[in-house]
Each structure stands twice: as C-alpha cells, then as structure tokens.
C-alpha cells in the first residue's frame, strides 16, 4: 500500500466567511480512497498553535474539522509542514480505515 499527497484545488467546504479549501488530501493507490485531509500552518510551535493564527483562519479549520468530523474513514489534520504527512501516514498505516 502507497499513499500520494495530492494538492486539493477547489473549496470543499462552505464556511460562514466563503469557501474553505484544506491544502492536502492523501490518497493510497490501491484503492484511490481519500483517507487524510490536511492543513497546514507553520506557527513556529512544535504542534500548530491557532492562537497565532487570523481568526478567519482559525474559523476555517473550525469549520473543516465539524465537516469532516462527519465522515467516519477520513481524518482531518492540521499539521506545522508538508514533512509531517509522511508521519501521519506512517502512524497510522496499520489502523485502516482512518
């Protein structure tokens, strides 16, 4: 099983401030199934700390995690870097669905 991140391009959430578009979504390639998606915000703390962020921003992901919380084999991350996917993907491996 391998697992690609693809750039998400168009707004799959609507949020009361417009449309909200996560960075990431993780695809394995056996069964093209979406099992991750991901934000990222580099806020210079070891884990994202949403107090540093623009409150649309933190409004945002409080929208993306209530919509996506919805759907039970899909995991929603906010993560400081790209570099972490590779972390998430590997922490969770073992426990499809995610």
């Known amino acids: 099983m391998t697992g690609n991140a693809e750039r998400v391009s168009t707004g799959i959430c609507t949020t009361p401030i417009g449309s909200y578009n996560p960075d990431w979504a993780v695809v394995f390639e056996d ?36 919509h996506f919380k919805q759907l039970e084999s899909l995991k929603y991350r906010v993560i400081n870097k790209v570099s972490e996917l590779a972390v998430a993907l590997k922490d969770n491996r073992n426990k499809r669905p995610i």
């Not at 994202?48 to 995690?65: F, N, Y």
């Open 31 to 66: 069964d093209k199934r979406v099992y991750f998606v991901v934000e990222t915000k580099d806020t210079g703390t070891r884990v994202v700390d949403l107090d540093k962020l623009h409150p649309s921003e933190r409004l945002k992901i409080c929208c993306g995690e209530a």
